[in-house]
């Protein structure tokens, strides 16, 4: 039997005392370098004449590898496959035969000695010998010895800028901001809730104000400092910076639902404001951009029925889902299509007039005040519709069999294959498709 309880004990030595806890003024030695890979090396003894002889040995070596230029540790590394830093005094002494650095055999015989770090008399430390003869500031001037570019480069002082805040809103009031957060909380259905929960473990009610605004941004909810002030103002906590994250989402949460909504039947869900008025322009601004406005759209809707073109269908290029809103980037960049350019004054007129809060204008109001789509009709032109085309009768078929028989001849003139149509439909091949199937496939 071995008792392994005293070998772990001396083991440990390495990292604390045993029974330590005892004397807690006792300090433990830390681990050192000298404690781990310097330790497990044991090199071979050396007089004081063999050491002064090695001295000159290794500068006589630096001297032919910095006047030959040699790259010594790929040539070792050839024959060290694992990478353990060792290889063989054979094969040590063959790759400074092949460099052409030959020497006595009892200068060679020193060199090997020295760099037999591992108690035995085969494995040599090629790696420790490169790092002696063939040193990186020796061959090209550089090196830690040779770091002195600060005393001719001094560290500039760091660029400091003025601080710029990425979100500047300039809210009316706390409503606004509450209205703001309810819009897009419903419209991307999110609870925000769900992640102050987290933060709140006692469910006391209250977070720090750090934790609120960790909170916000994993809901992807971003706010000026404005904003973000007046809402810890208008819902402190009952500690000192806190804040009443409950409040808080009772009042977001009536975009969805009513609270004690069990005992109140009959009042009405989701009424929380949702409409904001962030930078809205006072009444002189917003008639002074009306007339830009009106200005606009008269020239543009002059334009169209000059040139006759199809403005919609140039901006539903850029509205992907068909929300009849784009940027106003966008806005102005269809327009310069038409080769109306717009100056910055001209679009922040007609993002104030024609915008939502999102800074995104609303294209379908303003052709619609433009009268894009009846442009064709308002022109005072001859009709070039002749009622000559209508005389092919489209009631269709009322018998069966002549409707089959029409069918055979349009099958047989254009070659088709009907069951191949069908066949897309039918997987299962049970020979039977949907009606609005049968129709389509009749019309493809």
């Known amino acids: ?14 990292f604390t005392i045993k029974g330590i806890e005892k004397n807690p003024t006792l300090r433990v030695k830390p681990v050192e370098s000298s404690d781990t890979i310097e330790a497990r090396q044991k090199y ?31 040539l070792f590394q050839d024959f060290d496959i694992t990478r353990c830093g060792h290889i063989t005094k054979t094969q040590f002494v063959r790759v400074l035969n092949q460099l052409n650095i030959q020497s006595t055999e009892h200068v060679m015989g020193l060199l090997v000695k020295k760099y037999m770090d ?5 494995e040599v430390n090629y790696f420790e010998f490169c790092n002696d003869v063939d040193r990186p500031e020796d061959m090209f001037g550089v090196g830690r010895d040779f770091n002195h570019s600060y005393e001719y480069f001094p560290k500039s002082q760091p660029t400091t800028i003025a601080r710029k805040e990425i979100v500047s809103h300039n809210p009316d009031d706390i409503e606004d901001i509450l209205a703001r957060i309810r819009a897009e909380c419903k419209e991307r259905r999110i609870r925000l809730s769900e992640f102050m929960r987290d933060f709140d473990r006692l469910r006391s009610g209250d977070i720090t104000v750090d934790q609120f605004r960790i909170a916000l941004n ?10 973000f002030d007046l809402l810890i103002n208008t819902f402190p906590g009952k500690k000192l910076n806190s804040v009443a994250w409950r409040d808080f989402d009772e009042s977001i ?16 869900i989701g009424a929380g404001r949702t409409q904001t008025f962030y930078g809205a322009p006072s009444n002189n601004q917003l008639h002074s951009h009306k007339q830009v406005v009106h200005e606009i759209v008269q020239n543009f809707r002059q334009q169209l029925v000059r040139e006759r073109l199809d403005p919609k269908s140039f901006f539903q290029t850029w509205d992907k889902h068909n929300h009849y809103r784009v940027s106003p980037k966008q806005f102005r960049q269809v327009l310069a299509t038409f080769n109306f350019p717009l100056s910055d004054e001209q679009v922040v007129s007609v993002q104030k007039v024609f915008g939502n809060d999102k800074g995104e204008i609303n294209y379908a109001e303003f052709l619609q005040r433009c009268n894009a789509d009846d442009n064709q009709m308002n022109l005072s032109q001859s009709k070039t519709y002749s009622a000559s085309f209508r005389t092919r009768d489209f009631a269709g078929e009322t018998d069966l069999s002549k409707l089959m028989q029409k069918i055979k001849v349009i099958v047989k003139k254009d070659r088709i294959r009907l069951l191949e149509f069908f066949q897309d439909h039918d997987v299962l091949r049970k020979g039977y498709v949907p009606f609005m199937k049968f129709k389509g496939v009749l019309h493809s």
Request: charged letters at 35%; zero cysteines.
């Open 218 to 227: 994993m809901g992807s909810l971003h706010f000026s400092q404005k904003e």
């Open 44 to 74: 071979l003894e050396f007089d004081d004449d063999e050491r002064n002889l090695m001295k000159d040995i290794l500068e006589a070596y630096r001297q032919q590898i910095l006047v030959k230029r040699l790259n010594l540790k790929p």
């Open 1 to 14: 039997m071995v008792q392994y309880t005293a070998f772990v004990d001396s083991i440990d030595q390495a």
């Open 118 to 122: 591992k108690g035995n008399a085969n």
């Open 253 to 268: 949460e009536s975009a969805f639902t009513t609270k004690n909504l069990e005992k109140r039947i009959d009042e009405p």
